[in-house]
C-alpha cells in the first residue's frame, strides 16, 4: 500500500512539472510570423528598357510595362522584394502564365508573391516576376559545362547556336509523341534519347539560356522550335527538323514556315 502511495504521489509531481513547463516550451518554439509586405512606390521605379525592342513585339498580353518588369528582373534577379512590378489583368493571367512559360531556360520565370505580402488576393493585378533555378537543374548544368566552356571559345553568338544545334542532334533522336526532359537530356545515357520537337526546342532554350543567348519556344497547333537573337535580330532554329532531315535546314533562317511534328 506503501509503494502504491508513492507511486502515485511521483506520477502526480511528475504530470504537475510537465503541465507548468509546457507554456515555456510552448513560447520557446512559436513560428515566426513573417514581417507585413506592401509595395511600394520605387517597386515602380525602373528604366524602360521597351525603348530598345522593336515595338512590333508588343502585341496582346505582351506590354511594354510586362517587358520592363521581366528585364528588370534579369538584370537584378529576385530576392525576398522582386525588382520591379507590372499591372495584369486576371483575364489576361493565363496568357501571360504561358507566355513566361516560353522564355524558362536555365531559370525558371514565374508569377513571384512575396512573403507576408498579406493583401495579395486583394489585388491580383499586382505582378512581379520571378527568377529561379530549380534545384534539379544543377545536375544536367554540371553535365554540359564542357559544352558550355567550348562554346565559349568560340567569337561569335552565331557560331556558338550552330554549335548547340549540333551537340543536341548527338544526345537526341527524333521520334514522334516521345519526350526527353531536360534532366534526361542532359545526362550520362547510353545511345541517343527519343524525343519529339518540343524536347529539342527546349533543350536549345537551355543551353542559350545557359549562355546568355536570348532564346524562346515558337509553337504552332503540330510543332515548337526556337526563336534565338542573334545578329542583331530574331532568328528561327529548328533543331527536330535539322536532326531528322540530316542536314540544317532550319538553322538561323530570317522566316520559316514550320512543318508538322
Known amino acids: 500500500m506503501k509503494n502504491r502511495k508513492t507511486l502515485s504521489l511521483l506520477l502526480a509531481v511528475t504530470m504537475a512539472a510537465a503541465l507548468l513547463a509546457a507554456p515555456a516550451q510552448t513560447a520557446e518554439y512559436q513560428p515566426q510570423t513573417p514581417a507585413p509586405y506592401a509595395i511600394s512606390a520605387d ?31 534579369m538584370l537584378d534577379g529576385t530576392s525576398g522584394t522582386a525588382p520591379a512590378y507590372t499591372q495584369v ?14 522564355m524558362e531556360g536555365v531559370l525558371r520565370y514565374e508569377h513571384h508573391v512575396p512573403q507576408g505580402f498579406a493583401d495579395y ?25 564542357p559544352a558550355l566552356d567550348h562554346a565559349g571559345t568560340l567569337a561569335t553568338d552565331r557560331e556558338r547556336v550552330e554549335y548547340f544545334n549540333d551537340y543536341i542532334r548527338t544526345l537526341l533522336a527524333y521520334q514522334k509523341g516521345k519526350t526527353a526532359g531536360i534532366t534526361q537530356s542532359f545526362a ?13 526546342a527546349r533543350a536549345l532554350k537551355f543551353l542559350c539560356g545557359a549562355a546568355d543567348i536570348p532564346c524562346f519556344t515558337v509553337s504552332s497547333k503540330t510543332h515548337t522550335w526556337n526563336l534565338v537573337y542573334v545578329d542583331g535580330q ?28
Open 121 to 145: 488576393w486583394r489585388h491580383l493585378d499586382y505582378y512581379a516576376v520571378s527568377a529561379e533555378m530549380p534545384e534539379n537543374y544543377q545536375a544536367p548544368l554540371d553535365f554540359v559545362q
Open 188 to 200: 550520362p545515357h547510353a545511345g541517343e534519347l527519343k524525343a519529339a520537337c518540343g524536347s529539342y
Open 89 to 102: 489583368s486576371k483575364e489576361d493571367y493565363s496568357a501571360v502564365k504561358k507566355l513566361m512559360g516560353r
Open 43 to 73: 517597386h515602380w521605379s525602373r528604366e524602360d528598357f521597351s525603348q530598345e525592342a522593336s515595338p512590333e513585339v508588343f502585341t496582346g498580353v505582351y506590354s511594354r510595362e510586362l517587358y520592363n518588369a521581366i528585364r528588370q528582373t
Open 234 to 261: 530574331w532568328l528561327h532554329v529548328d533543331v527536330s527538323a535539322n536532326d531528322l532531315s540530316g542536314r540544317n535546314g532550319v538553322l538561323l533562317v530570317e522566316s520559316y514556315q514550320a512543318g508538322k511534328d
